[in-house]
Structures are given as C-alpha cells and as structure tokens.
C-alpha cells in the first residue's frame, strides 16, 4: 500500500512570499489532515477535511493560510504571504475516517524555510 | 481544553536495555484514545501503539508497551530490548475530536 505523498520535501522562500504545498493521502482514506510542526513541538492541527469538506478549521491562520480538497482526494495548502513564524515542517496526514480510534498515517513532510 | 504534557524532553538508553518515556494527559471526557508516535530523522510519524481508554488492559505491541492509568491520566511508553533503531522522537497524543500531541521526548539509544 502506498503511502501519503507530500511535495516538496524542502522549500525555501522569503518573508512575504507565496507557497504552496501539495499532498495524495492514501487511496480510500476520506479524512486528510494538514499540521504544522515548529522545530522543538510537537505537530498541530491546522485543518481537517472529510472526503471535501472541511471539518475544523479552528486553529488555521486565515488571514494567510487556505487549503482545499476540491475532488475529495489531494489537497494543497497555501500561504500568503509567509512570515518568518511560518518556518515549520508541514505533515499532512490521512485515515479511513473520522472515528477516532482510526490510525492516522503520516507523510514525510515539507519542511519551510522563511529568509 | 486537553492538554498533552511529556515531561522529559530527552532520554538515553543502552542498548538491549529498558526505558520508559513519561506522558500526562489532562481532559474531562471519559471516552477517547491515546496514542505513542514515533517520528524519526526521516520526519514521518510512524504509529508505535495505541491505546483505547475504555480499556483496562495495557496495550502490547512486541518490544513496546504501555502504562495506562486513566485516573492518574497518565500513559507511559515502556520499550524493552531496546535497539540502534529505536533513536527517534518520540510523541505522545490524545485524541477525542481532535489529535492533540506532547512535546515529544529525544530518545537516543547507545551501542
């Protein structure tokens, strides 16, 4: 079974720059996850998606941040535009559902880079 | 609003010994899940054991184990024989409606 593709792997950009990253969950998982992880914490949710639909959204920044799940398969997450803060590692996750005993699988992550 | 707190933000082991990362936990909900990530240099989180809370008994998945103790909220990972591979970070989450994790713990095993 493959497993949750991100791209980039690396991404560097200045502050007030616009970025986008790209991510395929596994096939079949309706739920996908976006988190950002800042170096030392552990990761944090910014947004859930059920099949299209966005399911908490609470803690994504969205003077800057937006993400999308259009056909329910990938998702893109975008900033813009970036500030130093910004400087992370973005995973993005995915399960067959929102129950909460399912497993989430993660991708490699891209890590960003804010000159 | 729930809490993760790992309180050892780094730890080592000999090889082939025993140890035991410490993870707390704070909530009023009485049904949820907990959960030990394993995340090393590569970045992906890797999925080491879960736990359901409604459950007494302890989770074992081969050399790793857990201590769950829902009225103290406290669920300590135990790794037994510990090997090279095991040198990671390591995440402790809580997830009812939302995952939340811990600061995670450096665990690095020595030859």
């Known amino acids: 079974e493959a497993g949750v593709a991100q791209s980039p792997r690396y991404k560097i950009i200045e502050k007030r720059q616009s970025v986008a990253f790209w991510c395929n969950p596994i096939?079949?998982?309706?739920?996908l996850y976006w988190y950002q992880q800042i170096l030392g914490q552990g990761p944090k949710l910014l947004i859930q998606?059920?099949?299209?639909?966005?399911?908490?959204d609470s803690q994504l920044p969205k003077d800057r941040f937006s993400a999308e799940r259009l056909k329910g398969v990938d998702s893109t997450l975008k900033i813009q535009p970036a500030k130093l803060e910004d400087s992370a590692v973005y995973l993005c996750a995915s399960s067959l559902g929102q129950v909460s005993n399912q497993p989430q699988h993660f991708g490699d992550g891209t890590r960003l880079s804010i000159l | 609003a729930q809490t993760v707190t790992q309180s050892q933000p780094e730890m080592s082991v000999q090889e082939a010994e025993t140890v035991t990362l410490s993870c707390t936990y704070d909530t009023s909900e009485n049904n949820y899940y907990l959960f030990w990530y394993k995340q090393p240099p590569s970045r992906q989180m890797i999925l080491v054991i879960r736990?359901?809370?409604?459950?007494?008994q302890n989770a074992t998945e081969n050399r790793f184990s857990v201590n769950f103790q829902k009225a103290a909220k406290s669920f300590s990972l135990k790794i037994s024989d510990s090997q090279l591979g095991d040198t990671a970070m390591y995440f402790c989450a809580f997830r009812n409606n939302d995952m939340r994790f811990g600061a995670g713990t450096r665990l690095t095993v020595k030859p």
């Open positions: 998606f059920q099949n299209n639909g966005v399911v908490d």
């Open positions: 096939s079949g998982h309706a739920t």
């Open positions: 736990q359901e809370a409604y459950k007494q």
